[in-house]
Nanobody, 129 residues
Framework: QVQLMESGGGSVQAGGSLRLNCTAS????????MGWFRQVPGKEREGVAA??????????YYGDSVKGRFAISQASDKNAPSLQMNSLTPEDTAMYYC????????????????????WGQGTQVTVSS
């Protein structure tokens, strides 16, 4: 059974940085598709960043609102990604979730919620002005 757990959330002032980490148990190391999503109350969950990895082949995808500020990465000895968030704004305040797919191919549709089979419990990020 795949289990995901996020960590690294917290409170930060606008312009600051946070790094979120995801740990996965029961999930493959060789090929995987994982993503970071966020949600605020009353709004739909949105894709923030996603990563496709098959061996040394890696592709990353970002939502328009975070391009140039956030970076998703996954160390070669890890089976789950981190999310480096820089230049944070109050609009980035949300619950952030790590998610994984059982099967996938590379492409920007990895930013879409559909197709993700496993979700973490989320970690709260709060950015104050």
């Amino acid at each position: 059974q795949v289990q995901l757990m996020e960590s690294g959330g917290g409170s930060v002032q606008a312009g600051g940085s946070l790094r979120l980490n995801c740990t996965a148990s029961g999930y493959g190391y060789g090929k995987n598709c994982m993503g970071w999503f966020r949600q605020v109350p009353g709004k739909e969950r949105e894709g923030v960043a996603a990563i496709y990895r098959s061996g040394s082949f890696i592709r990353t995808y970002y939502g328009d609102s975070v391009k140039g500020r956030f970076a998703i990465s996954q160390a070669s000895d890890k089976n789950a990604p981190s999310l480096q968030m820089n230049s944070l704004t109050p609009e980035d305040t949300a619950m952030y979730y790590c998610a994984a797919r059982r099967s996938c191919s590379s492409g920007p549709d990895l930013l879409e919620i559909g197709g993700y089979n496993y979700w973490g419990q989320g970690t709260q990020v709060t950015v104050s002005s």
